[in-house]
């Protein structure tokens, strides 16, 4: 498996040690180590030094190995991107180029998921960054407003949390749209749908048919303006679910996929947007039973997975990022109410920590120590 080096990386590791699978792990070098290598269930460590030296190093595992499982979106595009002939005989499920392009690109999959009859927010794209005050009073749009990056391809120079930003005015429009254009020409922005996160989880086959799904719900995000999941829940709705695989049907998909909505006040789901690689809240699937990256391995080697049952309303925190989220909470809206339930919580051990494993700590203290001497 690639990308050792990242939190995804890892919970894919865990994941297929514990289906009995013999794990190599190739990773690049960071000046915090390689996350995935602290973890008991890699079996073979391959460091690399730039992440151009993947596919050379993909091509001298081949002989040896039966699958390769690509981890975030660079790999995988990288890996759909290579001729057949490529590390021939390293069998692997994963999406063609053009559907990860698609999915990358929130302007086109916000256009298919309108075309198929999937809601999503009201989408202004392509906005002048020197008119966009004088858009913003001509066309009396409603604030709050999202801005957002268009295309997955260029906020990864930044953190999660910085990959779009809430807007209450046409000042914070200006400004918020103006810096991220200068990252990437032309944002989106987007209505702001007020209401609760939700998660499709899925893969499929080589039909784009899910095999296996899941669905989840956020509790509490960092920030909690809108960030990445710290508190989640399990989850089951077929409205969800019907939503999420009509958009992988239409994508052609074949692989893992995270499709994100949001549900608004009014109970109707908007498509936020698809993640086309493994996501965060992995571990509470895994925790339930669900084991994604075992599944991508069985389609790879020709077998068919089944839809295995999952408790309702399993929760997981990380616990880290969701101390941030009650700090933050309890400044916004009182200290009492957000640490009262935060203390109940804690004391509730039937809630599952996304990082920390008692039968594999040392990611968890590797984790830890990298942020304290940051």
Same mark, same amino acid.
């Given at each position: ?60 595992? *081949?002989? %040896?190995?039966?699958?390769?499982? $690509? +981890?975030? =979106?660079?790999?995988?595009?990288? !890996?759909?991107?290579? /001729? ?117 989880? *899925?893969? %499929?086959?080589?039909?784009?048919? $899910? +095999?296996? =799904?899941?669905?989840?719900?956020? !509790?509490?995000?960092? /920030? ?138 040392? /990611? ?11």
């Amino acid at each position: 498996m690639t990308d050792a080096e990242t939190q995804l990386g890892l919970y894919v590791i865990r994941a297929l040690g514990r289906a009995g699978c013999t794990v190599t792990a190739v990773g690049v070098d960071t000046p915090r180590g390689v996350l995935g290598f602290s973890s008991r269930h890699t079996r073979q460590r391959c460091r690399l030094s730039r992440p151009e030296e993947l596919w050379t190093v993909l091509e001298d595992l *081949a002989p %040896t190995h039966d699958v390769v499982v $690509p +981890v975030t =979106t660079r790999s995988i595009q990288g !890996l759909a991107r290579q /001729p057949d002939s490529f590390a021939a005989g390293l069998l692997r499920h994963i999406p063609c180029s053009e559907a990860i392009d698609v999915a990358k690109s929130k302007t086109r999959t916000t256009a298919l998921a309108g075309a198929i009859g999937i809601p999503v927010p009201e989408t202004f794209e392509r906005l002048e960054p020197d008119t966009i005050e004088e858009w913003a009073q001509t066309s009396k749009v409603q604030f709050p407003l999202v801005v957002k990056f268009a295309d997955d391809s260029h906020p990864g120079l930044w953190s999660p949390e910085d990959r779009y930003r809430i807007v209450h005015s046409i000042d914070d429009l200006s400004r918020e749209y103006r810096r991220m254009h200068r990252v990437a020409p032309y944002p989106l922005v987007q209505e702001c749908v007020e209401g609760g996160g939700y998660g499709f989880f *899925a893969i %499929t086959d080589s039909r784009g048919e $899910p +095999v296996v =799904t899941f669905c989840h719900r956020r !509790l509490r995000e960092y /920030p909690i303006t809108g960030g990445p999941s710290t508190l989640c829940e399990s989850v089951r709705d077929p409205v969800l679910i019907d939503l999420g695989t009509r958009l992988l049907r239409a994508l052609g998909w074949r692989g893992v996929a995270m499709v994100e909505f949001k549900r608004g006040r009014d109970g109707q789901y908007r498509l936020l947007e698809i993640n086309p690689r493994y996501w965060g809240s992995l571990p509470l699937a895994l925790a339930c039973g669900v084991n994604f990256p075992q599944y991508q391995v069985e389609l790879a080697l020709g077998r068919s997975p089944s839809q295995p049952a999952y408790p309702v309303g399993r929760k997981m925190r990380f616990f880290l990022h969701d101390l941030r989220a009650v700090v933050q909470t309890a400044r916004s809206k009182g200290a009492a109410s957000a640490f009262g339930e935060y203390l109940r919580e804690l004391c509730d051990f039937s809630i599952k920590d996304g990082l920390f494993e008692v039968d594999d700590p040392w /990611p968890f203290l590797t984790y830890v120590y990298s942020r304290l001497h940051r």
